[in-house]
């Protein structure tokens, strides 16, 4: 079994900062891409950053400059870091990854619990 948890939702005013971290624990051969998702009241869930085993990197064009996916790949954990937040920010963030629980398993994608965050105009 895999475990994906998130944390550092939160409150904060527009402009505001805010870092997001998610941590994978459990029966893990390997971690692949990771990612960053969320979902706004009445809206489809959608991509925000993902970042894949070596670091490369992708974000939404409606995020991009400010906010940051970063990897510890020795922790099984991934961060978002996100600054000048927006009132259009404010979604449940869920995090997922793409693990391996063994050389001859599939990828298998497992998804967190998602954290709220809130932008206040």
């Not at 939404?60 to 400059?65: I, R």
Request: aromatic share 10%; with cysteine.
């Amino acid at each position: 079994q895999v475990q994906v948890v998130e944390s550092g939702g939160g409150f904060v005013q527009t402009g505001g900062s805010l870092t997001l971290s998610c941590a994978a624990s459990g029966s893990i051969f390997g971690i692949y891409n990771l990612g960053w998702y969320r979902q706004a009241p009445g809206k489809q869930r959608e991509l925000v950053a993902t970042i894949s085993k070596g670091g490369l990197t992708e974000y939404a064009d409606s995020v991009k400059g400010r906010f940051t996916i970063s990897r510890d790949n020795g922790r099984n954990t991934v961060s978002l870091q996100m600054s000048v937040l927006k009132p259009e920010d404010t979604a449940v963030y869920y995090c997922n990854a793409g693990v391996k629980t063994s050389p001859w398993d599939a990828l298998k994608v497992y998804w967190g619990q998602g954290t709220q965050v809130t932008v206040s105009s």
